[in-house]
Structures are given as C-alpha cells and as structure tokens.
C-alpha cells in the first residue's frame, strides 16, 4: 500500500522526504563537501572535473553546472545543501531563493519588502496564484523573452 | 530543585547574522527586525537564567546525511562555531552545561523519546543567531546553553503533537535536578517562508499571528494542526514552527504572562516572529 503523502499537490514545491533524499544523497553529500575551502578552490578550477568523482547521476552533474536550483531539486537536492554551492558562488541566500522563480534579484527582493507571495491561489495546484505551473517564469524580464 | 522561569520564542533567519556581523543592524531594512528585540536584549540583562535549553534546527552544517537524529541533545562542554561556506560568524564560543544536558537526555529518554545524545556538534545559524537577537554583541554569552537539533529538514518531521509532549518531558526531566538552576526554553524557527520553488516568497501573517495567539492560549490544540497545514499556509521551511512547541510544552500548565511579542516582515526571505512568555 501506498504511503499517504499530503504535500504533493502543493504548487511550485518539493518536499524533501526519504524517497527524495534517496534520489538525492550523492548530490547533496557532493553539496557538502563544499564546506571545506580546499574542495571549494578545487570545484572552482575544474567543476566538471571535480563532479566526476562522485558518483552522481549525469542529469544531477548537468544541473549542478547549470546553476538551475529547480532542476537540482527536482534531482533529489535539498536547499540548504544546495545553499554550498551558492555560498561557493558568492551568492546570498535571497539571490538563490529568488532565482527559482524566474524574477530578476530586485523583483524578487521587491515583492520580499512588500510582504512576501500570498498564500492565495498558492495553496494546491489547479488554483491561479503566481506560483502555479502555469504562471511560469515570473518576472518581466522573463515573460518578455518568453514571448 | 531546577525549574523552567520563562520562553522565547524567535525567527533564526541567517541574514540577520550576517547583518549583525557586517555592521549593517543601523540601516533602515534591519533596523526595523533589530528594533523588536530592544525590550529583549534588556530583559535577558535583567533575567538572565543558568542554563539555556535551546531549541534549533542544524541546517545541513552539523548533519549531512550520513546520520539524521530526529531530536539530538547536546552534551558537551563546549560547542564550535559552525562555516556554513561563509566561514564561521565571529560570535563567542557556546559553553554547554554537561550535568543537566545529561540530566534530561537520561530522563526523557526513560520517558520514551528516543534522543541522540551527541558530544560534538558544532553549532550553526539556527543555534547563534536567537543568542545574538537576544544578547547582541557580547565578548561571551551570558550563561551556558544546551543545543537541542530537530530534524525539520528530511521529512518526515516530528509532529507538533510529538514536540509538544516532548516539551513536558523536558519539564519534568528540569524539575527533577537537584539543584536551584533557573532554565529559560528557547524555541527558534519559522514562521512562514518557503525557500525553494517557483512558491519561494511566501509569507502568511494571518497565519503567523493565529499562530502566535494559539502558542500563546491554546498550545495543547495547537499541537494537532498536521504538517500539511505548515506546509500550504507557512511554506515548506515553516514547518521549522512545530519547534517552538517543544519550548511551550516545557511550560507550565497555567497560563503564562506575555512579556513581549513582535513580528515584521521581511528579514530576507522570512517573516519574522518573536515572543516572551513567562511562568507565573
């Protein structure tokens, strides 16, 4: 029997249970190894390099050198491990959360200082709120070169 | 005889660390997260307990996954200052409190919640942060402090109802030291915010304030609320919220007195939560 997993009709969201932890260990655990400044100076020089000695999978390594933090989710990456390689990159946890909904950093940073993104049309997919599927990307910039 | 006095209750947003650390608490955007915590700063001057028992999540710093303790209690002297890839914060060094952290891991473990008991543990933004809001920027931190980690990262998390009834056994496992040890609980997390996805942003006030309201007068029913709630109306990392249970259930069965209460939106990503609640 199936086990009952309430959270996976909520829009625009990953919950980071075991079976996506599962998915996810060697990339997250490549992640880690960011912490220490010597693999970070090594990744920097040689990011192809330097994912081949894990074994992930080749999506997992494309993602990573993509920089797209949707896909490295979708992968089995979890935030706050993701959150290495952004502080690798120089890069503050606003600019990372930001970059996932397609909004430029100040567009992001705006709706932010204006109180954040409403729960409303947010809750469950099939609503219309700005995070369901069919309202991506978010952020002029980005309907502009969709169009 | 120990006894539980009082419990904050606090956003652990890394931005604000790192504001504080920068020199940047003046600019107008912090000053207005910082100035919630004026009355605090004082309070904590003017009861400062013994111990610190304090509630918190590690963020991927001291647990990777090769090892995920669902409630891990720190027993040791002394805890390091986590790099979390920004390179350490420059805060003072946590001093633990070995007797009683072993004192509660001993109790509570008899009272069938499964802790881990761990002996090195560096502690990260989830741990530093509540300590620098609460006593900004001191050359050593007022008291000792036991770190208590909470998985809210891998679900599934603990259930409110579980945290909640851990609170109580904490309380008990206080009340049981055979020494005058005033302990403060402190309660760190939340509120909404959801850090991945195309929903990252989110932030509720209705829901953080009825939460807050109900933390205050009706913890026991509050406990119920399921992770799914947390999830659709607080964002996925407002699950980090089912922590501050933990502290309320450490508290008497009586109501408490409200000595201070705050929320701002935004620090970063996240609203921003505060509250002090004392035993009477």
């Known amino acids: 029997m199936a086990l009952d997993k309430p959270y996976q009709d909520v829009p625009g969201t990953t919950i980071f249970d075991a079976e996506q932890s599962r998915l996810g260990y060697h990339l997250n655990q490549f992640c880690m190894s960011l912490m220490k400044a010597e693999n970070r100076a090594r990744f920097k020089a040689g990011e192809r390099a330097y994912l081949d000695e894990w074994p992930m999978t080749e999506e997992q390594k494309q993602a990573v050198l993509a920089r797209d933090l949707n896909w490295c989710i979708r992968v089995g990456g979890n935030i706050y491990f993701l959150a290495k390689i952004g502080a690798t990159d120089g890069k503050s946890f606003q600019q990372m959360a930001g970059s996932m909904t397609g909004m430029s950093e100040v567009e992001y940073r705006d709706m932010m200082v204006s109180g954040g993104r409403s729960a409303e049309g947010n809750r469950v997919v099939g609503e219309d709120g700005d995070a369901q599927a069919h309202r991506q990307p978010q952020g002029k910039s980005q309907q502009k070169a969709g169009a | ?280």
């Open chain 2, 1 to 280: 005889m120990a006894s539980i006095t009082a419990s904050v209750y606090t956003s652990h947003v890394p931005a604000i660390g790192a504001a504080l650390d920068l020199g940047k608490a003046g600019e107008p955007y912090w000053q207005k997260v910082f100035s919630g915590y004026d009355f605090s700063r004082q309070w904590l001057k003017d009861n400062t307990p013994d111990v610190i028992f304090l509630v918190y999540n590690d963020h991927a710093n001291a647990f990777s996954l090769e090892m995920i303790p669902t409630f891990a209690i720190g027993c040791a002297a002394e805890f390091a200052i986590a790099d979390e890839g920004w390179g350490p914060r420059p805060v003072p060094v946590v001093k633990g409190h070995p007797e009683l952290a072993a004192h509660i891991a001993q109790s509570v473990i008899q009272d069938d919640f499964d802790l881990t008991i761990v002996n090195r543990m560096p502690v990260d933004h989830g741990l530093t942060v509540p300590l620098s809001l609460m006593c900004g920027q001191p050359a050593a931190w007022p008291c000792p402090v036991i770190p208590f980690a909470v998985n809210v990262v891998q679900y599934p998390v603990p259930s409110g109802r579980r945290c909640f009834n851990l609170g109580r056994a904490i309380r008990k496992a206080v009340a049981a030291f055979d020494a005058p040890l005033n302990v403060q609980i402190w309660g760190t997390g939340g509120m909404s915010h959801q850090l991945q996805g195309p929903r990252a942003g989110l932030i509720n006030r209705e829901f953080d304030n009825a939460f807050l309201d109900r933390l205050i007068a009706d913890p026991a029913g509050l406990a119920n609320m399921p992770h799914i709630d947390y999830v659709r109306e607080a964002g996925s990392e407002g699950i980090e919220l089912v922590m501050w249970l933990i502290a309320r259930g450490a508290m008497s069965d009586n109501p408490p007195r409200v000595a201070h209460r705050f929320y701002h939106v935004p620090a970063s990503n996240t609203a921003v939560g505060h509250l002090i609640l004392e035993n009477i």
